[in-house]
């Protein structure tokens, strides 16, 4: 079974510096997707970015990009310009890229991500 | 659209009592996912469907039942709620898997 660990519980940021959540998986699969899923205090789930494992190129997605460095079974979100309305919980999750069917996510236990004024 | 829609937004339940947790998508996915958030956790799976008529388990189903009878309709049914059924319930849709559209959640407290 795939695992999921997200290592910082919390973390803090002065508004527009950068930084970097961590996040490593456990899988013995070669096709899989990985995603950062962003909660808000509303509770809504937001995709903030995903990337395909096949894929060597680091997905970007305006100021939220990762560093995806497969060997290491490392997945890390990487937030430049922070801004107010970045804080919130911060979730890694995993797709196996063979359960066709299910596409089931398995998520990490989240950092909660505070920004500081 | 409205997207994945879910009522109610708040429930509290006695030990015992049964309720449904609905859950609505209006975006044609085929796939729908229930998902249980418990404090300081991540979410996990309860169950899944990939189409009308089709359902299947997920990591933590028990005390729970899923129909899928439309594929916009994905209602999740407590029988017999208990205190360890407290938690944020989720629904989701997605139509290949790609991306998985989250509803705002629904609040249960079984006391």
């Known amino acids: 079974a795939q695992t999921v660990t997200q290592s910082q519980p919390e973390m803090s940021v002065q508004e527009a510096e950068t930084v970097t959540l961590s996040c490593t998986y456990d899988t013995s699969e070669s096709d899989y997707y990985l995603f950062w899923y962003k909660q808000p205090p509303s509770r809504q789930m937001i995709l903030v970015i995903r990337?395909?494992?096949?894929?060597?190129q680091n997905a970007t997605e305006n100021r939220f990009s990762v560093n995806f460095q497969k060997a290491a079974k490392s997945f890390s979100l990487k937030i430049s310009d922070s801004q107010l309305g970045d804080a919130a919980m911060y979730f890694c999750a995993y797709r196996s890229g063979f359960d066709f069917g299910n596409e089931k996510l398995t998520f990490g236990t989240g950092t909660r991500l505070t920004i500081i004024p | 659209n409205a997207g994945v829609t879910q009522t109610p937004k708040f429930r509290i339940l006695k030990i015992g009592q049964s309720m449904t947790l609905q859950c609505t998508q209006d975006?044609?996915?085929?796939?729908m996912y229930w998902y249980r958030q418990d404090p300081g956790m991540g979410l996990k799976l309860i169950y899944y469907s990939v189409g009308a008529g089709i359902t299947d388990k997920g990591e933590v189903p028990n005390g729970y039942n899923v129909s899928r009878s439309t594929t916009e309709d994905f209602p999740l049914r407590l029988e017999l709620a208990a205190p360890s059924q407290t938690s944020v319930y989720f629904c989701?849709?997605?139509?290949?898997?790609?991306?998985?559209?989250f509803g705002p959640g629904t609040r249960l407290t079984v006391l």
């Open positions: 975006m044609n996915h085929n796939y």
């Open positions: 989701a849709s997605s139509y290949r898997g790609d991306e998985q559209f």
């Open positions: 990337q395909e494992a096949y894929k060597q």
